[in-house]
């Protein structure tokens, strides 16, 4: 397994930015995918961003152009640049790693946006 340490969020006014981090126990490139998920208050949690392996990323609709998931693999870190920030990104804010032998979820990290 692996252990997920998420920072970076906070309160912040809406068209602001925030990046997130994920730090990861051991090498990233032992990690099949690592990606973002959030959940608001009352609503199921769902997936923001994910980054493979090999580079490639996919983003849900409703924050694609104005997120940005990144890699530093000498950190072992995974980052999620939030811009152009709306009230309705507001939520918790997990890190997740999908490995062959099973997955492992962050603490989770809030990020409000307030109008």
């Known amino acids: 397994q692996v252990q997920l340490v998420e920072s970076g969020g906070g309160l912040v006014q809406a068209g602001g930015s925030l990046r997130l981090s994920c730090a990861a126990s051991?090498?990233?490139?032992?990690?099949?995918?690592m990606g973002w998920y959030r959940q608001a208050p009352g609503k199921q949690r769902e997936l923001v961003a994910r980054?493979?392996?090999?580079?490639?990323?996919n983003y849900a609709d409703a924050v694609k152009g104005r997120f940005t998931i990144s890699r530093d693999v000498a950190k072992n870190t995974v980052y999620l640049q939030m811009n152009s920030l709306k009230p309705e990104d507001t939520a918790v804010y997990y890190c997740?790693?999908?490995?062959?032998?099973?997955?492992?979820w962050g603490q989770g990290t809030q990020v409000t946006v307030s109008s």
């Open positions: 997740h790693a999908e490995l062959f032998e099973g997955y492992s």
């Open positions: 051991r090498s990233i490139f032992s990690i099949n995918a």
């Open positions: 980054i493979y392996r090999g580079g490639i990323t």
